[in-house]
């Protein structure tokens, strides 16, 4: 089963045990009160709504609802077509499998479901997208973050987690042309900096300098309104059993700890959000990178992020496969000597085509980096000081190749949260600097860094000539001036330990 069909599978399981929790529920309680009301909000016909909005809070759930009921109505009764779109193709896939659950929920009849390509202004690729249609003839089209799409469509639009979009400011421009023909536009999100396109939009709707309706609904008041009744419903469903409401809430936040306020109580962050996007990083997730065995032989580029005690201890191995850097040995390790580290360095060096190995200087990487120059020559070791300027090129470069999709990552939650940790903050002169917000010490980020760095500079390559034996060299100098320059004859031999063949010759 493929990573997408393993996805899908869970978010049907997941909606399943919703369903499951809905049937218990009495009539008229299938909402919580802040969904009830953002849906009332948009009932009233509010033409731009805007909602800043905690994590994870089951609000898309609200919407998904919201969208059945106005598809599903005739257009004497306000029924629109309606359009959602999610920063990747799984968001859509997701929102369109919770429409058809309340679909079933409301016991509202579904005509036909599948996907359709939407042509983008003649482009000869189109856009993948989910479609739910009812007897209304409107339906409900879900699809990610592609702008062009957008473009001479009417209805009611729905923006999910604006703030992470690629192309926000593109998004959200084509979005208001929905407002023309009498549509409706909803923006939701959680924040991801102040300098965010989606906060700058919440700050004109709050300063009356556009208008439209903003909404604030935060982890507390979703608490307030049962969030935690309702969690604690759908665990019973699963067989699993919450801890008390105020120490389950106390373990979220700390899960978040400096993130918290941006994440749970709507207040951005003073930087300018991560610097790699959550589709992006999704973007180059692949089931095989990571997988030692599928390497094919290509020039190989190690990032190492060096530690002893405290930190991980963190190094990639990526092979180049035409432009693309993939994934191959990792060693990702916490309080292992110094020689256990140097040990996987090694073994790369021997069994892979190594082009170069960039390491962390910084520090206690001093010792490190002179070591592994004795081993493997200082042509191929690079040391790197993670300080101010390097720190802002190393990541600059990484960010260039993930939004490029030209690098290949295991799909891994520490690996994200690693990636999403560093953020770039806009300083009062001008000037850009990378910081590492909160507990996260990013080793991933760096380790990944160091090795796409490593890649976009152009390296030497060599090829093995063999070197003449004794008496070829002999032959060919003469052994009078070998002994001359104090080098007895008898002396030469083979370089056997050392040598990448056991032979004469050289790399």
Known sequence: MSAIELGLAERRAENAAGEETLQRLPRGDLLLRYQQRTIDILFAGTALVLIEKSRRIGLTWGIAAYFVLRAASEISAGGQNCWYMGYDKDMALEFIETCAMWARAFHIGIEDTGEELLDLDGVNEGVQAFRIRFASGFKITALPSVPRALRGKQGIFACDEAAFHKNVDEVLKAAMA????????????THDGIANKFNDLCDEVRAGRKRGRLLTITFADAMADGLYDRV?????????????AEQWEAEIRASYGDDAEEELDCIPKAGSGSLLKPEDIAACEHPDAGIADLYMGGLVYLGRDVARRKDGQIQYAMELVGDVLWQRD?????????????????????????AAAWLDQTGMGEKVVEDAQLRHGSSRVVGQLLTGPTRLDLAIGLATRFERGLIRIRPDPKTRADLRAIKKLDSAGGGVRIVNEGKVHADRFWAYALASRAADLPQAL?????????????????????????EHPDDIRPMGRGSRFDRPGCW
């Open 178 to 189: 929905f407002l023309i023909w009498g549509g409706q536009v909803i923006v939701v999100s």
């Open 232 to 244: 604690a419903l759908v665990a019973k469903t699963k067989g699993a059993e919450l801890p008390p």
């Open 330 to 354: 990792t060693y990702e390790e916490f309080g292992q000597t110094f020689a256990h580290q140097d040990a996987f360095m090694d073994q790369v060096f021997a069994e892979r085509r190594v």
């Open 462 to 486: 060599y090829d093995y000539r063999s070197v003449p034996g004794r008496r070829s060299r002999e032959a060919a100098i003469g052994r009078s001036f070998l002994e001359r320059a104090g």
